[in-house]
């Protein structure tokens, strides 16, 4: 599974941002390798919109689910209707945040 992580700096270290939509980066994470590819967010500076600019960005990304630490219904209903899982209020470094949310994805789709 790819995850797009919203990210406050460009590696696994780095800690997953509060604003979606105004984070520098986004990491594609493949949830079981942990290899990851850094996107640069240029809709980081925008004056209004941007989480929604965003979204649609990452929905052009491939990714199954979005983690981050903040985000607006905009947003959130833009990736949902893409078939995209969204976890939010997500606090730690992007290597955690991958980590956690596995081990739940795994726990709720167990047989």
């Known amino acids: 599974m790819k995850i797009g992580v919203i990210s406050e700096g460009d590696s696994l270290s780095s800690y997953v941002a ?6 520098p980066y986004f990491l ?5 390798t942990l290899d990851y590819q850094v996107v640069a967010n240029e809709f980081a500076n925008s004056v209004e919109g941007a989480g929604m600019k965003v979204a649609e960005a990452i929905i052009g990304l491939g990714v199954d689910a979005v983690i981050t630490g903040g985000i607006g219904s ?3 209903d833009i990736l949902n209707k893409a078939g995209i899982k969204v976890s939010y209020d997500e606090e730690g470094t992007v290597e955690e945040c991958v980590n956690d949310f596995k081990r739940r994805y795994q726990r709720d789709n167990a047989l």
Not at 18 to 23: E, K, L, M, N, S
Not at 28 to 32: E, T
């Open 18 to 23: 509060d604003d979606f939509g105004h984070a």
């Open 74 to 76: 905009h947003g959130i």
């Open 28 to 32: 594609i994470v493949d949830m079981d």
